[in-house]
């Protein structure tokens, strides 16, 4: 399966600031995904990235505040932009690839506090 | 109603024991159904993909019961290592790269 390196894996930021995370992959990937993990829930889908187009964002999640990039098959980003202590949370990248049969799997997450 | 639900947990279980975890899913058009693995301050993990016919990986047992909707995973033998939140995750389109729903997760906790 695809190595998943997402960047930085921790960082802790002012209120107010924006801070971008990288995912990149070793292999190239139809599908890569960013989930949000809020301290003690379950995961939740925030935007499926899509290569060369506008990010696919789910209900109370907006481009304006979680900017996506897909600049390719290999890599994107995701910012939290104008954060707040709501905000501290894991983020999570997910690869999977069309007609490969196989479940999505996990970068191992950016762990986000925000002061 | 949530699209995935499971046993709240936590579970507390002594090293040996049999132990099973049930999850329950809203949307009948679901395709694909996985049992994913956390560990504290971890990403998750694939433990297991569910099949229609049921499907066993050493110690561990996935059933899927469409008809009621319903996905349970089975630990045997429990080992201090199987400590971890167990997801259950369901599929939300036809194809297993679509949007999946994650459940709350089953906190597992295996005691000496």
């Known amino acids: 399966s695809a190595v998943i390196s997402q960047k930085p894996s921790r960082d802790i930021c002012q209120r107010g600031t924006s801070l971008t995370i990288q995912c990149q992959v070793d292999s190239q990937v139809t599908m890569m995904f960013w989930y949000r993990q809020q301290p003690g829930q379950s995961l939740t889908l925030i935007a499926t990235?899509?290569?060369?187009?506008?990010?696919?964002?789910e209900s109370g999640f907006v481009i304006d505040k979680f900017p996506i990039s897909r600049p390719n098959l290999t890599f994107s980003t995701l910012t939290v932009s104008n954060m707040s202590p709501e905000d501290s949370s894991i983020y999570l990248c997910s690869v999977a690839t069309v007609n490969s049969n196989q479940p999505q799997h996990f970068g191992d997450g950016t762990r986000l506090s925000i002061l | 109603r949530k699209e995935v639900e499971q046993d709240p947990g936590p579970f507390n279980v002594p090293e040996g024991a049999t132990v099973a975890f049930n999850c329950t899913y809203s949307n009948s058009a679901s395709q694909s159904f996985f049992w994913y693995r956390q560990d504290c301050r971890k990403e998750p993990k694939l433990l297991m993909s569910v099949y229609s016919s049921g499907n066993e990986d050493g110690r561990f047992t996935a059933q899927l019961n469409r008809a009621s909707q319903y996905i349970s995973l089975l630990i045997r033998d429990s080992k201090l290592s199987d400590s971890a939140t167990y997801l259950c995750v369901v599929n939300s389109g036809k194809t297993s790269y679509d949007k999946v729903i994650f459940g709350p997760g089953t906190s597992l906790s295996v005691i000496p």
């Open positions: 990235a899509n290569q060369g187009s506008e990010a696919t964002y």
